[in-house]
């Protein structure tokens, strides 16, 4: 009996790992195709990745509620994001892909929110994603992109200080992930330089200026 339960837990093992695999891949499919904004062949993949013997409860959650973003993206049916982050939000111990997806939903919440002149609305929904436990489990680039963008809602609404703070937490993980000299590094001090102006420290926006300017001279002026 041990030897046919050891196959069975191995065989179970097996299928679990290449459903895993098969997911991931997927995923990394999907997201290429967002990238160009083709939503509508992104549910195509889900669709069809669905049709299989998909036996984990938290992979076919995860296949709906992608579902449900991509359907509000191509619809903008509020209802779907709604119901796709009533689900992304009870998910326990969140794998990386998870946060991401859910990240992904509270953005483009945030994002429809401010297109629509509900900047408030906007704010408060970033700030909850951001305050997700797992936040800093998402890619580098996934919170440099939210924190900037939190830090661009603020300064539409004229809070140039919590848009520099955020701003900052940006820059910082920029630098982290790109190194000190580099272009999109450099951005990033030239905003702050702009954000510390409308926050009347016109010191620390010319000190950011010059590192701008540092950097750029660095990287073009000695190829």
């Known amino acids: 009996m041990k030897k046919i339960h050891l196959f069975f837990f191995f065989l179970i093992s097996t299928l679990s790992f290449s459903q895993s695999d098969a997911l991931k891949e997927n995923i990394k499919k999907a997201y290429l195709l967002e990238k160009n904004k083709n939503y509508t062949d992104a549910k195509k993949l889900f669709l069809a990745f669905e ?4 036996t984990h409860f938290s992979e076919k959650e995860f296949i709906t509620v992608y579902l449900l973003f991509c359907d509000f993206m191509i ?4 209802k779907k994001l709604d119901a796709a982050l009533k689900i992304s939000k009870k998910w326990d111990d969140r794998k990386p892909y998870q946060t991401e997806l859910l990240l992904k939903i509270y ?9 629509k002149s509900e900047p408030k609305k906007a704010i408060t929904k970033a700030l909850e994603g951001y305050q997700i436990p797992d936040f800093n489990q998402a890619k580098i680039t996934t919170q440099i992109q939210y924190l900037s963008d939190i830090s661009a809602l603020y300064r539409e609404n004229k809070n140039p200080f919590e848009a520099v703070s955020f701003g900052e937490k940006a820059l910082r993980l920029s630098i982290k992930k790109n190194g000190e000299n580099n272009d999109v590094v450099a951005e990033y001090y030239n905003l702050l330089g702009d954000l510390y102006i409308e926050s009347y420290n016109p ?3 010319n ?9 750029w001279g660095k990287l073009y002026l000695n190829n």
């Not at 049709?51 to 998909?54: A, S, T």
């Not at 619809?75 to 509020?78: I, K, M, R, Y």
């Not at 953005?107 to 297109?115: E, G, H, P």
């Open 107 to 115: 953005s483009a919440n945030y994002t429809f929110l401010n297109d």
């Open 207 to 215: 000190k950011y200026y010059q590192k701008a300017i540092a950097i």
């Open 51 to 54: 049709k299989q013997n998909i």
């Open 75 to 78: 619809s903008e049916d509020l």
């Open 203 to 205: 010191t620390k926006a």
